[in-house]
């Protein structure tokens, strides 16, 4: 059962529909609160976009980026699989007075179309499934590209995406790859898991490649919102990048302690399969 929250947020008032579930985050929405990590996305949104632009949100979950972008000012649509957090987006959506429509479009994007795929409704972790995860899947769900849901939406391109599909994001990428063709460069603000990616058989190199040749400038982004350069190595087994079309900041890289103390950080990581990823990253796996 899904309950309608106040959230008051630095992009302002608005209200939320939370389901019972046990993701942290969902006790700092109950708290009338945009969780930290939200709120990052957030300002990595308003930092590179101006308000009023065109936001395409991969990923939903159950609607707080989403959400708090239209509260903001953004022309919003917001693609979400799980039945129940699609069902929290549409109570959201309803609930507050926006500046420009919401639009809510049920499924997952991946490398093709097709009427119905595997998935597993995980809350926050759902994913489409895959012989290489050990999660049983739920049901079925539409499958979309992104130039699908470019004509859906009835738009050419949004000026911003954020991606956060629990390993699908390359499979997003191949999808549009005529898409991309056509000289469509936006903003991209994606997800790169190690472990969730592994489940497509592909990894973080393999991703941040794919947005490399499409010529994108890549940012690693800090919790705090700050954009780095990426470096060579990367001990973390979740890492948030955006990439642009053009330089937004020269960034600095990171020093050799700041890599140091990020390593010791993720060795400590409570998760077994992300402490897993960074001995392999030390070559120790």
């Not at 699609?86 to 919401?102: G, K, L, M, T």
């Not at 063709?181 to 936006?186: D, K, T």
């Not at 705090?224 to 060579?232: C, H, K, Y």
Request: with cysteine; glycine share 10%.
């Amino acid at each position: 059962m899904a309950a309608p929250k106040t959230i008051t947020a630095p992009v302002g008032t608005f209200s939320l529909s939370i389901p019972e579930g046990n993701d942290p985050k969902l006790s700092i929405y109950r708290a009338g609160q945009l969780p930290s990590e939200v709120l990052t996305l957030v300002r990595a949104l308003q930092a590179t976009t101006t308000a009023g632009a065109k936001v395409l949100d991969l990923g939903g979950y159950i609607g707080g980026f989403g959400i708090a972008a239209a509260t903001a000012g953004y022309q919003v649509v917001i693609v979400e699989a799980n039945p129940q957090n699609a069902a929290c987006i549409r109570e959201s959506i309803a609930a507050n007075d926006f500046a420009h429509p919401v639009r809510l479009i049920e499924g997952a994007i991946g490398a093709e179309s097709r009427d119905s795929v595997s998935f597993v409704s995980n809350g926050p972790w759902g994913h489409v499934s895959t012989s290489r995860s050990s999660d049983a899947a739920t049901g079925g769900v539409r499958m979309y590209t992104l130039p699908e849901l470019m004509a859906i939406a009835e738009w050419t391109v949004p000026a911003f995406i954020k991606m956060d599909v629990e390993g699908s994001e390359l499979q997003a990428v191949k999808g549009a790859q005529e898409w991309f063709a056509g000289g469509h460069r936006p903003t991209i603000l994606y997800e790169a898991n190690a472990f969730t990616l592994d489940w497509f058989g592909v990894t973080p190199s393999d991703l941040n490649r794919a947005f490399d040749s499409l010529g994108y400038h890549r940012y690693e982004l800090d919790d705090d919102g700050t954009l780095r350069a990426p470096g060579s190595f990367e001990p973390r087994c979740l890492v948030d990048y955006v990439v642009s079309a053009t330089q937004l900041t020269h960034a600095a890289r990171r020093s050799l302690w700041s890599i140091c103390k990020l390593t010791v950080w993720a060795l400590q990581n409570p998760s077994p399969n992300a402490r897993k990823h960074t001995w392999r990253a030390l070559g120790l796996g």
